[in-house]
């Protein structure tokens, strides 16, 4: 009897600790480039893609040591999708192994997303407009019909009803109602988007971020864009990011004025650059399991850290170099 109550046990614990590593949070750090890297050089510093399992304490590189990469998510079955100057690059095995999912005609992407519940449809957002896969990255579909200029920084894929798209764009932001088979410019008059953000607390209300106009918010299907009051107008909004506990606390990266945090849900703003060398934030990310921690990418700064949320910031890795995309599954 004793011995098969042991092995109940050591079967729990097996089960436990199954449930906890499932639960275990990845944070995917794209690094594009260096300024430490010298042409010719024996000793460059390996850029690309690094993860994290311990809330940005310490990174391990995965991939290849030189490719440019903007952006990295995870979808649904844990695939690795990775946005790269040469590519969608793609890997089964948590990072091990790659292979480039696209063809030489889709390079320069600079986001890519994969659908909330299908983890074989993702989008491409690319210096080419919008590329589509249905079939896991095996074929892909160029989707810019309505597009007058193609040039695409990021796109956003609607959690509560995933054929419905936005796309930031050099002449404003651009929805489409049918996964991106047709597209139509939508409000926000300003110079350039940079990036869109739903809010995982309230699906009918999305961010924007924009090329020296600042922050702009659409809340609950409204008619128009809204420029956020009492944010500096004229800065461009690299990263907007929430903290998934507290819907009221919001962070934005910005050029030149580092992060600014919101406490209310966008009423006022506090900028929180204590600690940051580089005022040039470009990626953003809050750490689900302990929503105090929060990283900060940098242009030619590297990654920042900090744990009291965003009051101080630590300089963490990655010496002089672009941290171009944080994201966390």
């Not at 050089?41 to 040591?65: I, K, Y």
């Not at 907007?240 to 006022?268: K, Q």
């Amino acid at each position: 009897m004793l011995r098969y109550s042991i092995i109940a046990v050591f079967a729990a614990g097996l089960c436990c600790g199954a449930i906890l590593h499932a639960q275990q949070e990845t944070i995917y750090m794209s690094v594009l480039n260096s300024r430490k890297h010298r042409l010719g050089a024996l000793d460059n510093p390996t850029v690309g893609l690094f993860l994290s399992t311990d809330q940005g304490a310490t990174w391990h590189h995965r991939g290849w040591e030189y490719t440019r990469a903007f952006y990295a998510e995870a979808g649904p079955d844990g695939a690795i999708w990775s946005a790269c100057g040469n590519g969608v690059l793609r890997s089964t095995d948590g990072g091990t192994t790659w292979r480039i999912a696209t063809g030489w005609q889709i390079t320069e992407v600079l986001k890519v997303k994969v659908h909330p519940k299908d983890a074989h449809t993702a989008y491409a957002a690319t210096a080419y407009g919008i590329f589509k896969t249905t079939d896991g990255g095996e074929t892909w579909r160029e989707k810019n019909s309505g597009f007058q200029k193609p040039f695409a920084a990021d796109v956003v894929i609607d959690r509560t009803k995933p054929s419905r798209l936005l796309a930031a764009t050099e002449e404003g932001v651009y929805r489409s109602a049918n996964g991106g088979d047709r597209w139509v410019r939508v409000g926000a008059k300003v110079k350039g988007v940079r990036t869109i953000a739903q809010d995982p607390h309230d699906g009918k209300t999305f961010w924007l971020g924009t090329e020296e106009d600042g922050l702009f918010v659409y809340r609950n299907e409204g008619a128009a864009w809204a420029s956020v009051q009492n944010f500096p107008k004229s800065l461009t909004v690299y990263a907007i990011v929430f903290d998934p506990s507290v819907g009221s606390v919001l962070y934005v990266g910005t050029h030149g004025g580092g992060v600014y945090r919101s406490l209310d849900g966008g009423a006022t703003w506090k900028q929180c650059s204590a600690g940051l060398k580089n005022l040039d934030v470009h990626s953003l990310v809050v750490v689900p399991s302990n929503s105090r921690i929060v990283l900060a990418g940098t242009l030619n700064g590297g990654l920042y850290r900090s744990t009291d949320g965003g009051n101080h910031w630590e300089f963490n890795s990655q010496e002089e170099g672009q941290v171009w995309g944080l994201s966390v599954r």
